[in-house]
T-cell receptor
């Protein structure tokens, strides 16, 4: 069982649709992350939130819009996506401290763009 | 910048064989090192970690030792099982607080009965 919950597990959408991915954690972590993972590749960082503020945006196209409503929730709003955006989208969270702490990952949302 | 190099896969082993997956890194300062495992259809799970030189991380029969002199963090297991079939990622992070993790390319392990 993972401690980071992502919904939905699968999503199929057209290029003109608007949808949202959701992520929730109750471990008290103050850092939350979105990653994109293509098949047979490592995860690629998209966004980092620290204490509910966007701290890192890895030059992600504006058709991806993150939101952190509170310390437990992280959303990723999707609009006008392209077929190449089809991938597994992973959410993660971690403690903030002096030493790097491991990240805890959800099982991801598998996104297919038609 | 930071980088992680893993051995190319896939690695195919018979059950009860010895496993080594090589990992070397380049980083400024003194990074923490991690091994993550990804089973089919799932996210990444932390397998083990080490935060300073000569630390040995261990979990579920897997071990890795942080070797600063050779900048390596090789993953080993004495006797693999079919259930160990997964993709293994070596990773490092040089920063505390919120952090950027540098992942290796991943090594797929297939264990056959």
């Amino acid at each position: 069982d993972t401690e980071v919950t992502q919904t939905p597990k699968h999503l199929v959408m057209g290029m003109t649709n608007k949808k949202s991915l959701k992520c929730e954690q109750h471990m008290g972590h103050r850092a939350m992350y979105w990653y994109k993972q293509k098949a047979k590749k490592p995860p690629e960082l998209m966004f980092v939130y620290s204490y509910e503020k966007l701290s890192i945006n890895e030059s992600v196209p504006s058709r991806f819009s993150p939101e952190c409503p509170n310390s437990s929730l992280l959303n990723l709003h999707l609009h006008a996506l392209q077929p190449e955006d089809s991938a597994l989208y992973l959410c993660a969270s971690s403690q903030e401290g002096g030493l790097p702490e491991p990240q805890h990952f959800g099982d991801g949302t598998r996104l297919s763009i038609l | 910048g930071d980088s992680v190099t893993q051995m190319e896969g896939p690695v195919t082993l018979s059950e009860e064989a010895f496993l080594t997956i090589n990992c070397t890194y380049t980083a400024t300062g003194y990074p923490s090192l991690f091994w993550y495992v990804q089973y089919p259809g799932e996210g990444l799970q932390l397998l083990l970690k080490a935060t300073k030189a000569d630390d040995k991380g261990s979990n579920k029969g897997f071990e890795a030792t942080y070797r600063k002199e050779t900048t390596s963090f090789h993953l080993e297991k004495g006797s693999v099982q079919v259930s160990d079939s997964a993709v293994y990622f070596c990773a490092l992070s040089s920063s505390g607080g919120y952090q950027k993790v540098t992942f290796g390319t991943g090594t797929k392990l297939q264990v056959i009965p």
